[in-house]
T-cell receptor, first 115, second 111 residues
Framework: GAVVSQHPSRVICKSGTSVKIECRSL??????MFWYRQFPKQSLMLMAT?????????EQGVEKDKFLINHASLTLSTLTVTSAHPEDSSFYIC???????????FGPGTRLLVL | AQSVTQLGSHVSVSEGALVLLRCNYS??????LFWYVQYPNQGLQLLLK??????LVKGINGFEAEFKKSETSFHLTKPSAHMSDAAEYFC?????????FGAGTRLTVKP
């Protein structure tokens, strides 16, 4: 159990367009979902934490208007990169926790390339 | 605030040799500690976790880690490396949903 999926796994878009990434918990209800960004050969950087039905909490330095997070249900969170630019190209990974647990279960990641 | 430090960004071992990946933590409260593995272009897979039960934690793929409070360490070991163990390994500590990762250690396994 505790499977998290992401869609798409890879996306290429033009500069100025918006891209939506979905994160789903497939076999459990996720009390909290997290969005991370990972640059090549680096560790994960937490972007934001979201709870179902409430506004996401963004980490310092992360633009909330740039990276829109919606957590509409206990199994789905979306990250929308608005007006994407080449510097937004990165590997985006989501994770989720289930009630009462500290363990985060990670999705397979989405590689975004902005041309 | 809690944090983890992974000593050695790159570890290389021969197939069949002992694997030792080091992790030291800093936490003001009893920590929850994790080891995750990441294969290229994939997300993180949980190897094992320490949640204040047994200090020696056994995980998947033959890995284990020992929590040593006196040394504030949570090193990851495997008695005999396999080629398929080549990956990036991350140590993490969490407190109330705030998870902090180490910089990662890339494990290379030589034939």
């Amino acid at each position: 159990g505790a499977v998290v999926s992401q869609h798409p796994s890879r996306v290429i878009c033009k500069s100025g367009t918006s891209v939506k990434i979905e994160c789903r918990s497939l076999d459990f209800q996720a009390t909290t979902m997290f969005w991370y960004r990972q640059f090549p050969k680096q560790s994960l950087m937490l972007m934001a934490t979201s709870n179902e039905g409430s506004k996401a909490t963004y980490e310092q330095g992360v633009e909330k208007d740039k990276f829109l997070i919606n957590h509409a249900s206990l199994t789905l969170s979306t990250l929308t990169v608005t007006s994407a630019h080449p510097e937004d190209s990165s590997f985006y990974i989501c994770s989720a926790t289930r009630g009462g647990e500290e363990t985060q279960y990670f999705g397979p990641g989405t590689r975004l390339l902005v041309l | 605030a809690q944090s983890v430090t992974q000593l050695g960004s790159h570890v290389s071992v021969s197939e069949g040799a002992l694997v030792l990946l080091r992790c030291n933590y800093s936490s003001s409260v009893p920590p929850y500690l994790f080891w995750y593995v990441q294969y290229p272009n994939q997300g993180l897979q949980l190897l094992l976790k320490y949640t204040s039960a047994a200090t020696l934690v056994k995980g998947i793929n033959g890995f284990e880690a020992e929590f040593k409070k006196s040394e504030t360490s949570f090193h990851l070991t495997k008695p005999s490396a396999h080629m398929s163990d080549a990956a990036e390994y991350f140590c993490a500590v969490t407190d109330n949903n705030d998870m902090r990762f180490g910089a990662g250690t890339r494990l290379t396994v030589k034939p």
